[in-house]
């Protein structure tokens, strides 16, 4: 069951990781939550050659990227790439509209989130790098 969650749009400005390297990223905002994915690493998920790391984004005089808290990937028809955080949710993008979103012709492209029928138990659980 498909419902929606977020969305997600281009960095506004590259983020900056625990070491001090900066990156573009795309923010995933879902459920209220802020995440960050950097944009080279989505090309190669959405490429399906391996998958891109979700991270926590906190701002601290700018984005920061404070460590992978789950995983995003292409699976299955190769219409659509998967968010899979730690705590166990899973989110939904179509590949079109992340294309269009990473060719700046999208603002922005929609999320949905992945529930099992009758599950909403870890929706909102706090997610902490590990």
Request: glycine share 12%.
């Given at each position: 069951m498909?419902e929606?969650?977020?969305?997600?749009?281009?960095?506004?400005c590259?983020?900056?990781?625990g070491?001090?390297?900066?990156?573009?990223?795309?923010?995933?905002?879902?459920?209220?939550?802020?995440f960050?994915v950097?944009v080279?690493?989505?090309?190669?998920a959405?490429?399906?050659r391996?998958?891109?790391?979700?991270e926590?984004?906190r701002?601290?005089w700018?984005p920061?990227?404070?460590g992978?808290?789950g995983?995003?990937?292409v699976?299955?028809?190769?219409?659509a790439?998967?968010?899979?955080l730690?705590?166990?949710?899973?989110?939904?993008?179509?590949i079109?509209?992340?294309r269009?979103?990473?060719?700046?012709?999208?603002a922005f492209?929609p999320?949905?989130a992945?529930?099992?029928?009758?599950d909403?138990?870890t929706?909102?659980?706090?997610?902490?790098?590990?």
């Amino acid at each position: 069951m498909l419902e929606r969650a977020g969305y997600i749009q281009r960095g506004r400005c590259a983020a900056v990781d625990g070491e001090g390297r900066s990156s573009r990223i795309v923010e995933a905002v879902l459920n209220g939550r802020q995440f960050g994915v950097r944009v080279w690493e989505l090309r190669q998920a959405l490429d399906g050659r391996r998958p891109a790391r979700v991270e926590v984004l906190r701002r601290d005089w700018g984005p920061v990227l404070g460590g992978t808290v789950g995983r995003a990937e292409v699976l299955g028809a190769k219409t659509a790439i998967t968010l899979t955080l730690a705590t166990g949710e899973r989110y939904t993008v179509p590949i079109v509209a992340l294309r269009a979103l990473l060719a700046r012709a999208a603002a922005f492209a929609p999320v949905a989130a992945v529930r099992s029928r009758g599950d909403s138990s870890t929706m909102g659980q706090a997610l902490t790098p590990g």
